[in-house]
């Protein structure tokens, strides 16, 4: 079985920083995109930024120039790096992966989430 767990979030002021992490765990054959997305009270959850195993990134518009995603394979984890937030960022953010099983099935896996709140 697989575990995605996130760490990172908190309460920043606007125009400061943080950094997620999400580590994979459990038993399973490869792990092949990786993601954020975030859910804002009221509103349907939206995916902020994707990177393949070889590190080809994607973002939403609202988020770029702003967030950076990347990973480290060795360690099964997946970072976002936040800056100049703004209120609007407020939600949570979940971490996303498409992780092969042991079975070769392809499974889409979610982590539990972590808030993230930015203050005016």
């Known amino acids: 079985q697989v575990q995605l767990v996130e760490s990172g979030g908190g309460v920043v002021q606007a125009d400061g920083s943080l950094r997620l992490s999400c580590a994979a765990s459990g038993m399973f054959f490869r792990i092949n995109a990786m993601g954020w997305a975030r859910q804002a009270p009221g509103k349907q959850r939206e995916l902020v930024a994707s990177i393949t195993s070889g590190g080809s990134s994607n973002y939403a518009d609202s988020v770029k120039g702003r967030f950076t995603i990347s990973r480290d394979n060795a360690k099964n984890t997946v970072y976002l790096q936040m800056n100049s937030l703004k209120p609007e960022d407020t939600a949570v953010y979940y971490c996303?992966?498409?992780?092969?099983?042991?079975?070769?099935?392809?499974?889409?896996?979610w982590g539990q989430g972590t808030q993230v709140t930015v203050s005016s």
């Open positions: 996303n992966a498409e992780i092969q099983t042991i079975s070769y099935s392809l499974t889409n896996n």
